[in-house]
């Protein structure tokens, strides 16, 4: 049974950075991902890596602060997020893809398998 367990969301100042884990548990997958929702907004994609090569994807409005990566024995995605800013506040969601030829997506209905979220709140 397919399962991603996030953590690591939390408040943090302007400024400051969080670490975020998701760890999933079944098959492996192809692509695994990042999208943030704030309220009263669209589900917005993040960040994905492609778990074959490694390579790596983000929005313009992260890209330079964020950083994806892997760890391939413990089927584990990390988002490391630094110079936080308070438009980041939103609740964050992992996600999985079984995209026969690792396609990465930014939309989040190409993703199958989802965490329960998890808060990121940046204050001024």
């Known amino acids: 049974q397919v399962q991603l367990v996030e953590s690591g969301g939390g408040l943090v100042q302007a400024g400051g950075s969080l670490r975020l884990s998701c760890a999933a548990s079944g098959r492996a997958f192809n692509v695994m991902g990042w999208f943030r929702q704030a309220p009263g907004k669209e589900r917005e994609f993040v960040s994905a890596?492609?778990?074959?090569?490694?390579?790596?994807y983000y929005a313009d409005s992260v890209k330079g602060r964020f950083t994806i990566s892997r760890d391939n024995a413990k089927n584990t995605v990390y988002l490391q997020m630094n110079s936080l800013k308070p438009e980041d506040t939103a609740v964050y969601y992992c996600?999985?893809?079984?995209?026969?030829?690792?396609?990465?997506?930014?939309?989040?209905?190409?993703?199958?398998?989802w965490g329960q979220g998890t808060q990121v709140t940046v204050s001024s």
């Open positions: 996600a999985a893809d079984r995209a026969p030829y690792g396609t990465v997506s930014f939309l989040s209905r190409s993703y199958d398998y």
């Open positions: 890596i492609r778990w074959s090569d490694g390579n790596t």
